[in-house]
């Protein structure tokens, strides 16, 4: 796990700024605080065109190129804190191996890589994934690997996972995820198209899945192939 990349801002990304955020977000109902403290203590101002950063603290998703975008810090938290609380305290998040399909510019990534032991990321567009590799190189976090693949089929050499996150949306919820998430763990995935999607949680209990719907959500959707 790795904790050491806060940076600091000024003005409208200033550490002020970025406390006002977490409190909106414990105003919604997000509790934990190694969330709310990977939250704070991200430079989210980093991972967005510096003509948008002034925006960087605000709860709402914002364009990052090619036609993608970087969740609401409400989404990231939520979807962080529904992993934590599915893998429990202490010793089991410290080993925690987790996948998330749809890398974008890595804050997401980066949320989740300060909380649990190993972080597996796939980005299906090369150009992105390029940025994104350079951006986290720069923060020297150094427990995530990146990969530019059709995330719709994991990433069955380092299965199974503890937990696996999707930051799109998909039509139902791949097969391989399935196969891949370990006996007891869990999949936070939105599912739906293009005018009504819900996030789901799925929790994998002996090779059967518990599905759960927690609240409406809008993604980008889940797209196959990649893009280079």
């Known amino acids: 796990m790795n904790s050491s990349i806060q940076q600091e801002g000024i003005g409208m990304t200033s550490l002020r700024t970025r406390e006002r955020l977490v409190q909106r977000l414990i105003e919604q109902g997000i509790q934990q605080i190694d969330v709310l403290e990977a939250i704070r203590t991200t ?85 992105l994934l390029q940025k994104t590799k350079e951006r986290l190189s720069d923060f020297g976090i150094n427990n995530i690997q990146l990969k530019c693949a059709d995330g719709r089929y994991g990433w069955p050499q380092y299965a199974p996972f503890d937990a696996i996150i999707t930051t799109a949306a998909a039509a139902e919820i791949p097969k391989a995820l399935i196969e891949q998430v370990a006996e007891g763990g869990v999949i936070v995935i939105p599912v739906g198209g293009a005018r009504q999607q819900e996030l789901q949680v799925c929790r994998k209990k002996k090779d059967k899945v518990e599905v759960e719907s927690v609240e409406p959500v809008v993604f980008v959707p889940l797209l196959e192939g990649v893009e280079r």
């Open 43 to 127: 430079p989210r101002h980093l991972f967005i065109e510096e003509a948008l950063a002034h925006r960087a603290y605000e709860d709402v998703s914002l364009p990052i190129g090619f036609d993608q975008t970087i969740s609401q810090p409400y989404i990231v938290a939520r979807m962080t804190e529904i992993i934590l609380s599915a893998l429990g305290k202490g010793n089991k998040i410290d080993k925690a191996k987790v996948l998330e399909l749809g890398t974008g510019c890595g804050y997401q990534t980066t949320i989740l890589a300060q909380l649990v032991k190993r972080v597996y990321s796939i980005e299906r567009i090369s150009s």
